[in-house]
């Protein structure tokens, strides 16, 4: 299976911890998106990366998150001191700007941290 | 700026029953539009879309038509089955991102 995929799926910390989630996207896929979907909610638009760099950057990404993509390939995504407010499923998309799924993008089975 | 905003859930339909899922945007420009659906524990899958205005997407007897004179992208099924209980999202795609619907939730009945 060549889609796109998330690792963990589930994180459980502690307030305070510092977590970094992976995703790796379809291999000839050049953008990669991240979003946050919160429960009964929709996903919200973190950051998106076309090749390696980060070309916007939601307001809800605080200094607390950063993202990286360094060779155009898997990107992740850092939590640091977390809260008790950044438990959600974090979702990674990946898509093409060429071809005949232009710019569809396809979701990965997402990461549910869960920060006690 | 872009929203989309669909009807509330849970919808409960029995087996066979028609379904129709609301869903209006707002937007500069014209935007793609999508649905996803979300089963339990897995992420979104794309169900159909359409990039302009008449154009009717279909999939799997799922079908939504761009209306940009109502702005809106609703979904429609004539029958649906047990196996189509998951989580709706209708989407739109304007500057490289999308933005999302909060979801609606169907559950079928046999």
């Known amino acids: 299976d060549t889609g796109v995929s998330q690792d963990p799926r589930h994180k459980i910390t502690k307030r305070g911890q510092n977590v970094t989630f992976r995703c790796d996207p379809i291999?000839?896929?050049?953008?990669l998106y991240w979003y946050r979907q919160t429960l009964g909610q929709g996903p919200e638009f973190l950051t998106y990366f076309q090749n390696e760099a980060q070309l916007e950057k939601s307001r809800l990404l605080s200094d607390r998150f950063s993202a990286e993509r360094p060779k155009g390939s898997f990107s992740t995504l850092e939590i640091q001191r977390t809260e008790q407010g950044d438990s959600a499923m974090y979702l990674c998309a990946s898509s093409s700007t060429s071809g005949s799924s232009y710019n569809e993008q396809f979701f990965g089975p997402g990461t549910r941290l869960t920060v006690l | 700026g872009n929203s989309v905003t669909q009807m509330e859930g849970p919808v409960t339909l029995s087996e066979e029953a028609f379904l129709t899922i609301n869903c209006t945007y707002t937007a500069t420009g014209y935007p793609s539009l999508f649905w996803y659906v979300q089963y339990p524990g897995e992420g979104l899958q794309l169900l159909l879309k359409a990039t302009k205005a008449d154009d009717k997407g279909s999939n799997k007897g799922f079908e939504a038509t761009y209306r940009k004179e109502t702005t809106s992208f609703h979904l429609e099924k004539g029958s649906v089955q047990v196996s189509d209980s998951a989580v709706y999202f209708c989407a739109l795609r304007g500057f490289n991102k999308f933005y999302f619907g909060s979801g609606t939730k169907l559950n079928v009945k046999p």
């Open positions: 291999s000839e896929h050049n953008r």
